[in-house]
């Protein structure tokens, strides 16, 4: 099973033959535990619930505690899913570090980006400004008008405009994991990832290879 939890440290730069610099993010990625196994005759469809970030017993509920300690798991702050096709090789209580992933593998990072709070249509939509001759003297920034005339008479639901930006489910598809270090529990893939640093980030196979 490719899948593991971890958090997103920053981003860097690594060389590559002909010396070219790569952008790379890297993610500090397990060691996760699998915490439970979802079979299709129990729950109706195959999965593996993954552990990741050793927390204070105090910071979970009972109920958390008493799941990982079937396994005499350590307690886990973040639970994860990872849908899977075979369940074959995969039990309970077994430990994934980031050799599950190897240097050139193509995965997805899904992570929440960054709240940028209240933000207009030009911001957040990339809409352009309006004219600024012709008597505009405050609506440059304006979105304009939405609606339609009397039929329908109103702003169709969905319709872009102002409004919170970020703080969403973000993910990163098909990107490249150019760089692995297996003594710190360290992922290098290229390019960027969402969220803050710190952020918890999600590393799966990816879909559309």
Not at 58 to 81: C, F, T
Not at 105 to 115: N, T, Y
Not at 125 to 143: E, I, L
Not at 168 to 181: E, G
Request: glycine share 16%.
């Amino acid at each position: 099973m490719k899948g593991l939890v971890g958090k997103k440290v920053g981003m860097s730069q690594i060389f590559d033959e002909s010396g070219k610099a790569l952008p790379v993010t890297l993610i500090e990625a397990g060691p996760c535990y699998v915490t439970q196994v979802r079979s299709p005759k129990r729950d109706g469809y195959r999965a593996v619930q993954v552990g990741f970030g050793e927390a204070k017993p105090r910071r979970l509920s009972g109920g958390q505690l008493g799941h990982l300690k079937r396994n005499d798991l350590p307690p886990l702050r973040y639970l994860r899913e990872f849908r899977i096709k075979e369940l074959a090789g995969v039990k309970e209580g077994d430990k994934l570090t980031v050799e599950v992933f190897t240097v050139g593998d193509r995965v997805d990072v899904i992570g929440v980006s960054k709240g940028k709070g209240f933000a207009g249509a030009i911001k957040r939509h990339g809409f352009r400004r309006q004219p600024k001759t012709h008597g505009q003297s405050d609506r440059t920034r304006a979105p304009g008008s939405h609606g339609a005339t009397t039929t329908p008479g109103r702003v169709f639901k969905g319709a872009r405009g102002p409004g919170h930006m970020g703080n969403a489910r973000v993910t990163s598809q098909n990107v490249k994991v150019v760089w692995i270090d297996a003594d710190r529990n360290l992922i290098g893939v290229s390019g960027s990832v969402p969220g803050p640093k710190g952020g918890v980030v999600t590393i799966k196979e990816a879909r559309k290879q």
